[in-house]
């Protein structure tokens, strides 16, 4: 459902349009962006399940960490598809800049296009052995749930008889002491009681065996089974060395999206360095939008994407806690250099600039940008997995939030890009932060669920 929420939203957000009263075309495109985040959200923690169930323990991070890695292609492919329709309407925008509002939707639509292509094989796909016999196990545990229903329902309900049976028995005997009735009488009496209690036992016992082997006759409700699944979560998650994980996956994704989305900040400073900017009020739109795409293209060419595959290549080698810390020692490094010394820097070299932001793209792939979509996949039992992801994903994307919604807004405190510096220097606290709780995760290299979790699956 989540792949064909984005499919349908990306759409959507491609025909936004204002009302001639009331919502302009951002409102409308908001709305279909926030879709297109739900299913996203849905995606993620989907794709990385899915993935470590379906691979084996010795390739299960490469394979994870080749998932993530193809955005990257992605955002290679942004720009590429950018520039392919510039060059289309090259002519038309140059006789009329309001043909741009052709190209923005064309790309933006063009996201659809992947997503529609895998859906079918999204949705035709089986489920992971790991899911099967998980979804056994829960069968069999409500079925044992039912069974001792009926076998307690067999008992309360043989008690009772009994007690008929006794009951009457000493009915019998009493009116045997007053001599009210002859002796046959009263032997007949007792012998139709007595048969009458023995086939009410037996009436009741077959009842009782019914109850006890027909499991079905006693159903969860929809609730009772949502109840029974969030006291389970809650009792897994209620011990500190369970908790702990959770956390340590949730916070790293935090602060790596608050560095990782507030250092892209200084994407317009890069491209300015390596002279692909340009003034899209007074210069040619076309030429100015170009040469952002080509600019973003290298950008994406020198750091972000070799990052991830060495991530690819080195995971089972150097472990995930390894790569880990390196990224976020390395990062940290990094803002601290960059935060303190920036104005130095950029009036030196230009070249150095470059070199410092570049490596920081580097660190940010072959590093926790990997890690925190991998590792959540796999350090948390079947029956929680998707859950624990999708929390650490969304702690993620607050992350996002806060960079982009808080600490984009001081960016121009002092002055146009005055305060860039000092945001750069409080992206060294949040990895640092990262580095240690890192060491609340457990190595997850070349194990399974159950040697990582403990506990048998």
């Known amino acids: 459902m989540g792949a064909i929420l984005v499919i349908i939203s990306t759409i959507g957000a491609s025909f936004s349009s204002s009302t001639v009263r009331g919502f302009n075309v951002f409102v409308?495109?908001?709305?279909?962006?926030?879709?297109?985040?739900?299913?996203?959200?849905?995606?993620?923690?989907?794709?990385?399940?899915?993935?470590?169930?379906?691979?084996?323990?010795?390739?299960?991070?490469?394979?994870?960490?080749?998932?993530?890695?193809?955005?990257?292609?992605?955002?290679?492919?942004?720009?590429?598809?950018?520039?392919?329709?510039?060059?289309?309407?090259?002519?038309?925008i140059r006789n009329d800049v309001y043909m741009l509002d052709y190209v923005w939707r064309i790309c933006l639509g063009f996201g659809a296009i992947?997503?529609?292509?895998?859906?079918?094989?999204?949705?035709?796909?089986p489920e992971s052995k790991s899911f099967q016999k998980e979804a056994r196990k829960r069968l069999a545990a409500e079925a044992g749930r039912d069974s001792e229903n009926g076998a307690l329902l067999?008992?309360?309900?043989?008690?009772?008889?009994?007690?008929?049976?006794?009951?009457?028995?000493?009915?019998?005997a009493e009116h045997g002491r007053n001599g009210s009735i002859g002796e046959h009488q009263e032997n007949s009496s007792y012998e139709?009681?007595?048969?009458?209690?023995?086939?009410?036992?037996?009436?009741?016992?077959?009842?009782?065996?019914?109850?006890?082997?027909?499991?079905?006759?006693?159903?969860?409700?929809?609730?009772?089974?949502?109840?029974?699944?969030?006291?389970?979560?809650?009792?897994?998650?209620?011990?500190?060395?369970?908790?702990?994980?959770?956390l340590g996956t949730s916070l790293a994704w935090f602060v790596v999206d608050?560095?990782?989305?507030?250092?892209?900040?200084?994407?317009?400073?890069?491209?300015?360095?390596?002279?692909f900017s340009g003034d899209i009020q007074?210069?040619?739109?076309?030429?100015?939008?170009?040469?952002?795409?080509?600019?973003?293209?290298?950008?994406?060419?020198?750091?972000?994407?070799?990052?991830?595959?060495?991530?690819?290549?080195?995971?089972?080698?150097?472990?995930r806690k390894n790569i880990q810390l390196l990224g976020f020692a390395a990062l940290t490094a990094l803002y601290i250099v960059i935060g303190f010394a920036y104005h130095q820097i950029l009036d030196a070299s230009n070249v150095a600039f470059i070199v410092l932001f570049t490596l920081a793209q580097l660190f940010q792939n072959f590093g926790p940008n990997v890690t925190c979509f991998v590792w959540p996949g796999e350090v948390f039992p079947t029956r929680f997995k998707?859950?624990?992801?999708?929390?650490?994903?969304?702690?993620?994307?607050?992350?996002?939030?806060?960079?982009?919604?808080?600490?984009?807004?001081?960016?121009?405190?002092?002055?146009?890009?005055?305060?860039?510096?000092?945001?750069?220097?409080?992206?060294?606290?949040?990895?640092?932060?990262?580095?240690?709780?890192t060491f609340w995760i457990p190595e997850s290299k070349g194990k399974t669920i159950e040697e990582i979790t403990g506990e048998s699956e």
Request: with cysteine; charged share 10%.
């Open 28 to 92: 409308f495109l908001f709305i279909w962006l926030v879709l297109v985040g739900i299913g996203v959200g849905g995606d993620y923690p989907l794709a990385a399940t899915i993935t470590s169930e379906y691979a084996s323990v010795k390739s299960r991070g490469k394979i994870m960490s080749a998932v993530f890695a193809c955005q990257g292609f992605g955002n290679l492919g942004a720009s590429v598809v950018a520039i392919v329709v510039l060059a289309c309407f090259k002519s038309a």
């Open 114 to 125: 992947p997503g529609a292509v895998t859906l079918y094989w999204r949705l035709t796909m």
């Open 154 to 172: 067999f008992k309360d309900n043989t008690a009772d008889a009994n007690c008929a049976y006794v009951h009457t028995i000493s009915l019998d």
């Open 192 to 246: 139709v009681h007595e048969m009458q209690a023995i086939q009410n036992i037996h009436g009741t016992e077959q009842s009782g065996i019914a109850a006890a082997g027909e499991p079905e006759t006693v159903e969860p409700t929809d609730g009772a089974e949502a109840n029974a699944r969030l006291e389970s979560f809650g009792q897994y998650f209620g011990q500190w060395r369970n908790m702990k994980v959770l």
């Open 258 to 275: 608050v560095a990782f989305y507030g250092i892209n900040l200084n994407s317009s400073v890069v491209i300015s360095a390596i002279g």
């Open 282 to 319: 007074n210069g040619d739109p076309y030429n100015v939008l170009t040469r952002n795409c080509l600019g973003n293209l290298i950008i994406n060419l020198l750091g972000s994407v070799p990052g991830y595959w060495i991530s690819v290549f080195t995971i089972e080698k150097l472990g």
């Open 386 to 437: 998707a859950t624990a992801h999708g929390i650490s994903a969304a702690s993620g994307k607050l992350g996002a939030i806060v960079a982009q919604a808080g600490l984009m807004t001081l960016k121009d405190r002092g002055g146009p890009n005055a305060f860039i510096p000092h945001l750069i220097e409080i992206f060294s606290l949040f990895t640092l932060v990262g580095f240690f709780v």
